[in-house]
């Protein structure tokens, strides 16, 4: 299938791109996805400055690196979340303001489109070798996240009436559907990360924000399998159930204990990498993630897009990691069968 190896920039922006760049490459990578945090893609200027998107391109062709995505998480979780002193530490400061939460995000909502028109113009700039191998020629991609109004209510207790959490998903609808209309006009997707603290963490609440959005056709995902294995949910189905929807793939592993657990799902308010937890993320290919299988339901899906390394492993050096799982990667990925294997018996 020869699909672009990517890594997602988002776990190395305490880098500037152009030390990045060098090191992506020799970790053995094809190309990034380049987060709009740090410097490795400024949303202002690429709207501001005529040669902003062209001299991108221009630093990621010195150094043989594709691009197929831009993401906005940080500024996309506060769009709909209930805003609080953290999302000081993950927003640039103009989204930030004064911390009003209305006006947070107001403004972060206002810069999710602003993501989308520069999206446009960085793709349009791009080599023509890009715009035909993106997973929907023709149609930009911003991955990132949502937000959600509802998430502190996952457990239900004290009790949580069905129209509270109706409401949530219409309190998604109204403030996402405007921000999809204009990446609609523009021919981007929105690709949202399906995980914990969104408004869609799993199957059943992905199907009822698309309902709530009625189906929008900007809408759609960023797959990534860690975020379902570790909560039991199951991530090949995902892909059979909404896989026309899906416009990256963040590949990333992660192990959860077959055993009883000091600290369960839910973490017990413990770091990453404590002893006794029930899960963590592992770097691809030492969790349990069945990643033949899911390259096995892309290509049912023929999908052409990115598979763009997600790494996190807290208890693996970065680059290490990085390294192998683009080894691991490129070993893994195939084509599918252009033929049956059986078809030379009835030949003559």
């Given amino acids: 299938m020869s699909r672009s190896i990517c890594l997602f920039t988002g776990q190395w922006a305490d880098l500037p ?9 020799a970790m053995g990578f094809d190309g990034v996805e380049l987060a709009c945090w740090g410097d490795h893609f400024d949303v202002g200027r690429a709207l501001r400055e005529d040669d902003y998107c062209a ?26 979340d209930r805003i609080d002193e953290r999302h000081e ?9 004064d911390g009003d939460p209305d006006g947070v995000r107001t403004r972060a909502a206002g810069e999710v489109k602003d993501t989308a028109r520069a999206a446009r113009r960085f793709f349009d700039a791009a080599p023509d070798s890009i715009k035909e191998r993106m997973a929907r020629p023709g149609k930009a991609v911003v991955n990132g996240f949502t937000g959600s109004s509802i998430w502190h209510l996952l457990y239900s207790f004290p009790p949580v009436a069905p129209e509270t ?8 609808a109204a403030a996402w559907k405007p921000i999809l209309d204009v990446f609609e006009q523009h021919d981007v997707l929105f690709a949202l990360e399906v995980h914990p ?8 609440s992905t199907r009822r924000a698309l309902k709530a959005i009625e189906g ?12 379902f294995g570790y909560q039991g949910v199951d991530y090949l189905a995902f892909l059979e159930e909404f896989g026309d929807r899906v416009h990256n793939c963040h590949m990333k592993d992660v192990w959860w204990s077959d055993k009883l657990s000091e600290a369960g ?5 413990t770091d990453f990498g404590t002893p006794g937890r029930h899960w963590d993320f592992r770097s691809v290919g030492r969790g349990k993630v069945d990643f033949e299988g899911i390259i096995r339901r892309l290509n049912d899906l023929e999908y052409k897009g990115p598979l763009s390394v997600e790494w996190e492993d807290p208890g693996m050096d970065r680059e290490h990691g990085a390294a192998e799982s683009a080894a691991f990667l490129k070993r893994l990925d195939f084509a599918p069968a252009g033929r049956a294997f059986d078809s030379a018996f009835s030949e003559d």
Avoid at 89 to 97: A, D, K, M, Q, R
Avoid at 165 to 172: A, L, T, Y
């Fill in 17 to 25: 791109l152009e030390s990045l760049l060098p090191k992506v490459k």
């Fill in 55 to 80: 001299n991108l391109w221009a630093l990621l062709g010195q150094h043989g690196m594709d691009c197929f995505a831009i993401s906005t998480h940080l500024v996309g979780q506060a769009v709909c």
């Fill in 89 to 97: 530490s993950i927003l640039p400061p103009e989204v930030w303001g």
């Fill in 165 to 172: 959490i109706e409401k949530g998903f219409g309190d998604f």
């Fill in 197 to 204: 603290t969104e408004i869609a963490f799993d199957i059943a």
């Fill in 216 to 227: 929008h056709p900007a809408f759609g995902f960023n797959y990534d399998p860690s975020h």
């Fill in 265 to 269: 799902v839910f973490g017990g308010h």
